[in-house]
């Protein structure tokens, strides 16, 4: 079976060599780099094995995309806190969402009352509206990708519909089929002013466990990169609904 492998990072400017990536189902880290094939030059290698392969990296590679240490202990933060960082970003806060659903969506009363008419009303005043739209009038950006199936889930569906009210406090949600977002992965996270990442981590029965916060520039990176590349595939809510 082949792996799965993730793309960590590279410091070259031009080809992409060479550059790490990690395998999803094992963790080990994949060295892309140019081979080391001269026969004197692997008789001084250490425990050099039959089918194994050397390559030379630049050590700031490693330095700059080498795993950090993996007993290193999440950095969890509670709803309160959480919520005070739409408060204080400064420029951007940006939301990948990847579920079918949400156990927070289930549990709303505009979930229910969409179940019922197939149009989910919207309460302004909620507090979330009300600080979204004063962060957005004052030249902040807040966007969401939503992966999306086909046919959609109830919830996708909802949140939808939904969608309109975001765009109305000045919200940019766009659409991204779940076939055209290989490669992004499967956590849910936002990211704030491309330096803070709070991912969010869910149960089976899509309920919040916990939610860290990421600050280690080699992985605030790589949200960074998911980021881009889920907007630059993802297409805009007219754009989608137009479609179908």
Known sequence: ?????????????????????????????????????????????????????????????????????????????????????????????????????????????????????????????????????AQTQAGKTVGRVRVADHPMTVEQSFLLDYARHNAAVGEDIRYLRREDAKGLGDEDFWIFDSRLVAVIRFDEADTITGIELVTEPARVVRYAMIRDAATHHAVSYDEFTATG
């Not at 992409?16 to 990536?21: E, F, I, R, V």
């Not at 290193?72 to 933060?77: A, N, T």
């Open 1 to 133: 079976m082949a792996r799965q492998l993730r793309f960590t990072g590279t410091d070259s400017k031009v080809d992409g060599c060479p550059a790490l990536h990690t395998d999803e189902g094992t963790g080990e880290i994949i060295v892309q780099g140019t081979p080391i094939t001269d026969p004197a030059d692997l008789a001084q290698l250490r425990h050099f094995g039959e089918g194994e392969a050397a390559v030379a990296v630049p050590a700031e590679l490693l330095v700059n995309w080498g795993p950090a240490k993996t007993d290193q202990k999440p950095d969890l933060v509670d709803r309160p806190t959480f919520r005070r960082l739409f408060e204080t970003f400064q420029h951007t806060a940006w939301r990948l969402e990847t579920r079918r659903g949400y156990a927070s969506d289930r549990e709303d009363p505009e979930f229910q009352e969409f179940l019922r008419t197939g149009s989910a009303p919207c309460d302004f005043t909620e507090p979330w509206f009300g600080n979204i739209k």
